[in-house]
Nanobody, 128 residues
Framework: VQLQASGGGLVQAGGSLRLSCAASGRTLSAYVMNWFRQAPGKEREFVAT????????DYADSVKGRFTISRDNAKNTVYLQMNSLKPEDTAVYYC??????????????????????WGKGTQVTVSS
């Protein structure tokens, strides 16, 4: 499956953005979908995950209550609605697909090495 993330940009603190991740080559409903992000000089970190049917989600503590992951399997697309953005949300955001339920770290976050496919990232920059 090929993944293409879009929707990034420059926004002021407190603003909103909606990222999209479009899939091609295989139906998205076969995958657990995830968003990760990577800031300059930092490791890639988990942001959000959604199960195949879309009725179960999980978030990193840093974005809980501000970000919402959703999916439209008919459109083969996953979304990340980001509200109340903060400068520390600045990063390249990646969508990733997992064929099986991702393994989790000791802190409970899905780990990047469990992902089977990655899209190219989209830059999100939040100015203060």
């Amino acid at each position: 499956v090929q993944l293409q993330a879009s929707g990034g940009g420059l926004v002021q603190a407190g603003g909103s953005l909606r990222l999209s991740c479009a899939a091609s080559g295989r139906t998205l409903s076969a995958y657990v979908m995830n968003w990760f992000r990577q800031a300059p000089g930092k490791e890639r970190e988990f942001v959000a995950t959604i199960n195949r049917s879309g009725d179960s989600t999980d978030y990193a503590d840093s974005v809980k209550g501000r970000f919402t992951i959703s999916r439209d399997n008919a459109k083969n697309t996953v979304y990340l609605q980001m509200n109340s953005l903060k400068p520390e949300d600045t990063a390249v955001y990646y969508c990733a697909a997992a064929l099986v339920t991702p393994m989790r770290s000791l802190l409970g976050a899905p780990i990047a090495s469990s992902m089977n496919y990655w899209g190219k990232g989209t830059q999100v920059t939040v100015s203060s």
